[in-house]
């Protein structure tokens, strides 16, 4: 063996080296239409990230939010507690909600939403505008699977239209987050109104020493929650990123860049992060339900304002 081939193949395995010690993950297949990813990175810093790709044409998917209750718009309980109530396969935390910080166990959720095609919250002008834009787009799954992102009708011309969308859909399982962050393929994390953004999403302010372009909500490093479609609309993404048992968590334009770059995501909703950040599945042998991320809030997850559901067939 010549000695620059023993270079080359030493230079090899030194950056194989490497790349495995800044990357691993773990991809399994546990339900039909159903990919979960388990990926740890130790750049831009150590995180813990799950990501579940959906194939929404995949029989026997079925979806559903948590429903209206209580003496204001939802009941708060955890994601596992509301997987585990519902018997399906996988799950998440959805909206961001209020009041919070707070023990309530009742609350309204933040932005449009419906489940099984009841519609209970409506688009709205948030009192968070630091870090929530107004009539934050859904992403809508019909009952047919199709999935969509949809859009309040214009408010000035409708007034009274605060749940009605632009989009000619029937609302059925909506979600709604802060704001819209991948948009057709491009990064879209909103930016705060001054005197260079003259029509920004965001108002600056908040508790505290004010959020701002200097200072954005956004460029907080936190655990995350974002659901992502492809450019066709066919497949689903899940994604979270802990900031909890060793991994430090991310910016929202960071999570953006990593389901654009890898998981072919064309547009994305940020939703409630922090300690609502959940993700809980069953174990396709065992069938026990529990969080199979790590909650910054309690072992067990915080009790989130809604969860998103899904139902799937074993493979």
Sequence with gaps: MTRTLTRL?????LLALCVSAQAEQRVTQPYLGITYTDRTETAP??????????????????FTLSRPAGGREVVRQTTT?????EGAQLAINAHFFLPFPSTDTEAWLVGIAASDGRVYSAFETP?????????????NIDASNHATL???????ASPRGGNRVRENVTLWTTVSGSAQIVTDGAKTVPV????????????????????????????AVNARTVLGLSRDGRTLTMFTVDRSGGSEGMRVGEAADVLMRDYGVWNALNLDGGGSTSMAMEDPVTHERAL???SSDNPDGRAVGSSLAVFARPR
């Excluded at 150590?46 to 079925?62: C, E, F, K, N, S």
């Excluded at 009192?127 to 992403?139: K, L, S, T």
């Design 45 to 62: 810093r150590d995180v813990h990230m799950h990501i579940v790709q959906i194939d929404l044409t995949a029989p026997g998917l079925r």
């Design 292 to 294: 199979i991320n790590r």
């Design 127 to 139: 009192e968070q505008r630091y870090a929530i834009v107004v009539d934050a787009p859904g992403v």
């Design 192 to 219: 705060y109104a001054d005197a260079e953004h003259a029509g920004a999403l965001l108002t600056p302010g908040g508790p505290g020493e004010p959020y701002s372009n200097a200072r954005s909500w956004y460029d």
């Design 9 to 13: 193949l030493a230079s090899i395995a």
């Design 81 to 85: 507690a509301f997987l585990r109530q």
């Design 150 to 156: 949809v859009h309040r009708v214009d408010s000035a």
